[in-house]
T-cell receptor
């Protein structure tokens, strides 16, 4: 089955700096890659996603890149703000099942 | 955007009793719903996949007789934890999606079994 690796597990950045979270996947059949933000005590919220026929997607301060050949995809958050502090999960979806990474705890220091 | 409502948000029950958790898609028809369990500081562990009108597909190691899943309509799935024990205490999260649409999550249910 699919295996998704995510790093780093924790990340601290100064407010205003950028944050990058990287993931790799193993199943070349995976064709959809969402990113989720989970705040304490809440369910994950979809923040951005990318399909395998696209190399990059941007939504305001958030961008995601995908390298299908290398099976890498990354989340980029620019101009970080304290409210960006949360746990971020990458995921990969093949036929039906979504496989999640282990999560990255992002702390934005004011 | 798509909204998934999960209820209750938290529940405390005594060992040996059963607890039902509801997951509703409020503004879309969810052909597939998923149930996850999440331990502190860990990722989401898929427990089962539920398609409307059919039996749930359980992941390896998940007891189907203990975690009863019903997906009777396109907007509602329920997870019943039967004969709960303290080791069942966890954060349970549902998700739902329509065909070709992204996955959306409920806000989770914190279950504490005393």
């Amino acid at each position: 089955g699919e295996n998704v690796e995510q790093h780093p597990s924790t990340l601290s950045v100064q407010e205003g700096d950028s944050a990058v979270i990287k993931c790799t996947y193993s199943d070349s059949a995976s064709n959809y890659f969402p990113w989720y933000k989970q705040e304490l005590g809440k369910g994950p919220q979809l923040i951005i996603d990318i399909r395998s026929n696209v190399g990059e997607k941007k939504d305001q301060r958030i961008a995601v890149t995908l390298n299908k050949t290398a099976k890498h995809f990354s989340l980029h958050i620019t101009e970080t703000q304290p409210e960006d502090s949360a746990v971020y999960f990458c995921a990969a979806r093949g036929y039906q099942k979504v496989t999640f990474g282990i999560g990255t705890k992002l702390q934005v220091i004011p | 955007g798509a909204v998934v409502s999960q209820h209750p948000s938290w529940v405390i029950c005594k060992s040996g009793t059963s607890v039902k958790i509801e997951c509703r898609s409020l503004d879309f028809q969810a052909t597939t719903m998923f149930w996850y369990r999440q331990f502190p500081k860990q990722s989401l562990m898929l427990m089962a996949t539920s398609n409307e009108g059919s039996k749930a597909t359980y992941e390896q190691g998940v007891e189907k007789d203990k975690f009863l899943i019903n997906h009777a309509s396109l907007t509602l799935s329920t997870l019943t934890v039967t004969s709960a024990h303290p080791e069942d205490s966890s954060f349970y999260i549902c998700s739902a999606r329509a065909v070709g649409s992204p996955l959306h999550f409920g806000n989770g249910t914190r279950l504490t079994v005393t």
